[in-house]
């Protein structure tokens, strides 16, 4: 008799396990993460509506990114420099965060920070006029002249039709006739 009360409940154990499955999708692949129709939140509310993590459009370093790059353009760097930093902390790999932290630590001459922002950008930007540009203009303020034309020549053959690119190799030009002497 105690065999068929041990059978009896292995099999209802098994039959329970067997219940939690949810192998409805057309797939046959199990999707622990999502919610079933008809299940409710700790709240009372039902799932229905609610996005899960795949369909979110919106990253935790976007409204960072977005501030600093109003204050970069109004000339307060420094806050610029700390909204950045905060994106970068947000998303590690975001590379626009990246860049604009190291174009923002150029600005207040922190050339230490800005190179090792660039490292970090280039690692995750790649090889981009963008970055090519920003780093000859690094070069330029810090008085490198040769660098900064180097930089500025990759970026021009990237996008040779980009305005700042041009812009900043008649800056360079420029900086190359007048240099003042003290």
């Not at 370093?61 to 420094?78: C, L």
Request: charged share 20%; aromatic share 10%; with cysteine.
């Amino acid at each position: 008799m105690t065999g068929s009360i041990r059978l009896a409940a292995a099999t209802g154990v098994l039959l329970l396990l067997l219940a939690g499955c949810q192998t409805d999708s057309p797939d046959g692949v199990v999707r622990t993460n999502e919610p079933a129709k008809g299940d409710y939140t700790a709240f009372g509310d039902t799932f229905d509506g609610l996005k899960t993590i795949s369909d979110v459009d919106y990253y935790a370093s976007d409204q960072a990114v977005t501030e600093a790059k109003t204050q970069f353009r109004s000339e307060n760097y420094g806050n610029a420099g700390a909204l950045f930093y905060k994106a970068t902390r947000l998303a590690p790999n975001d590379g626009v965060a990246w860049l604009g932290l190291a174009a923002s630590c150029d600005r207040i001459r922190r050339f230490d920070l800005s190179d090792m922002a660039y490292a970090r950008a280039y690692h995750l930007l790649g090889a981009t006029p963008e970055y090519y540009n920003n780093l000859g203009y690094s070069y330029l303020l810090r008085g490198k002249l040769q660098d900064a034309r180097g930089n500025f020549l990759k970026a021009y053959e990237l996008a040779p039709n980009d305005p700042t690119v041009a812009n900043n190799l008649k800056l360079l030009s420029s900086s190359v006739r007048n240099i003042e002497r003290s």
